[in-house]
């Protein structure tokens, strides 16, 4: 079976603080992808990884990081967290380039700045 | 500016009824259109179209691109109440410099009544 995991389903941190979302993927996928999901908003991409240490910017990656130091895990950092970084956080990978059938998302974190 | 809209925004239909979500778009370096089937957790992908008026087909669900137009619809035949969820479709770009851009619509929430 197809299984994305993300550390925390839910996490509560203050303004200024160093946040880490973890993701784990068991498929020996080569892509894998940070979103967050506001309401009115839907899914915004915030960067993605399509090989071990690559990384690509998607549409907001202002004031996130991300790391790809194994195949299977891919961690978004949030170096000074900030109130309007309060969102759901949603992991996918998926097996081949960007024109793969499908992507697996896991099961969210979301993330609340005060 | 890029963007997606879906329509209806919401419909309510009986069991055994078809239905067809209509999603277009307007954007510059399109790359594929993507659409999603979101219950009360992280969203679960469906189909990725890249190729002009091929269909897509998953059991009762099928979709098709027609990108002279700039335009999908996802069919969904003999409906059942395990079909109520908000469908998201989402469009993949290349913004400049390192960029991709996934832009969802707001979906459309589809509620099947027995």
């Known amino acids: 079976d197809v299984k994305v995991t993300q550390s925390s389903r839910y996490l509560v941190k203050r303004t200024g603080e160093k946040v880490f979302l973890e993701c784990v993927q068991d498929?020996?996928?080569?892509?894998m992808f940070w979103y967050r999901q506001d309401p009115g908003l839907g899914l915004r991409l915030i960067y993605f990884?399509?090989?071990?240490?690559?990384?690509e910017k998607g549409d907001i990656p202002e004031g996130y990081s991300v790391s790809r130091e194994k195949k299977e895990r891919f961690s978004l950092i949030l170096e000074s967290a900030s109130t309007n970084q309060t969102s759901m956080y949603l992991c996918a990978s998926s097996q081949l380039g960007l024109r793969t059938d499908t992507q697996y998302f896991g099961p969210g974190t979301r993330l609340t700045v005060l | 500016e890029d963007k997606v809209v879906q329509s209806p925004l919401s419909l309510v239909v009986h069991e055994g009824d078809t239905v067809t979500l209509n999603c277009s778009y307007e954007?510059?370096?399109?790359?594929?259109l993507l659409w999603y089937k979101q219950e009360k957790k992280a969203p679960t992908f469906l189909f990725m179209l890249t190729s002009s008026g091929i269909e897509k087909k998953s059991g009762r669900l099928s979709s098709i691109l027609d990108k002279k137009e700039l335009f999908s619809i996802l069919n969904i035949t003999a409906t059942q109440t395990g079909d109520s969820a908000i469908y998201l479709c989402?469009?993949?770009?290349?913004?400049?410099?390192?960029?991709?851009?996934?832009?969802f619509g707001k979906g459309t929430l589809l509620t099947v009544n027995p």
């Open positions: 990884s399509y090989d071990v240490k690559m990384k």
């Open positions: 954007v510059t370096n399109f790359r594929s």
């Open positions: 498929m020996d996928h080569e892509n």
């Open positions: 989402a469009y993949l770009s290349r913004g400049g410099g390192s960029n991709y851009k996934l832009t």
